[in-house]
């Protein structure tokens, strides 16, 4: 079994910046691909990046490209999201997912395990 748990969320001028953490609170996750996915009030959950455990494989979800950088370090059970070039679209719950076989996936059902998410809000 394994527990995510997401932080640095919270509250950014557009233009800034955030890097948000997911870490594993029980079990390992260095052999699964890794999965940040966003869900804003009313919309479906999308993804916004993936990593497969190697970290040579990063598919990143269309309006983020460019801006957001996903990293992971295995030794310490943590993946990254670093967002920069923050946008008011860009406001919504972020989760982190891992998901025990096969490659990064842009399907959410592709994940077995998810945290409880973290806020992202970016003013104008």
Request: proline fraction near 3%; aromatic fraction near 12%.
């Amino acid at each position: 079994q394994v527990q995510l748990v997401e932080s640095g969320g919270g509250l950014v001028q557009a233009g800034g910046s955030l890097r948000l953490s997911c870490a594993a609170s029980e079990g390992t996750i260095s052999t699964y691909a890794m999965g940040w996915f966003r869900q804003a009030r009313g919309k479906e959950r999308e993804l916004v990046a993936a990593i497969s455990w190697t970290g040579s494989n990063k598919p990143y979800g269309e309006s983020v490209k460019g801006r957001f950088t996903i990293l992971r370090d295995n030794a310490e059970n943590i993946v990254y999201l670093q967002m920069n070039s923050l946008k008011p679209e860009d406001t919504a719950v972020y989760y982190c997912a891992a998901r025990r076989a096969g490659p990064p996936s842009t399907y959410a059902w592709a994940y077995n395990y998810w945290g409880q998410g973290t806020q992202v809000t970016v003013s104008s």
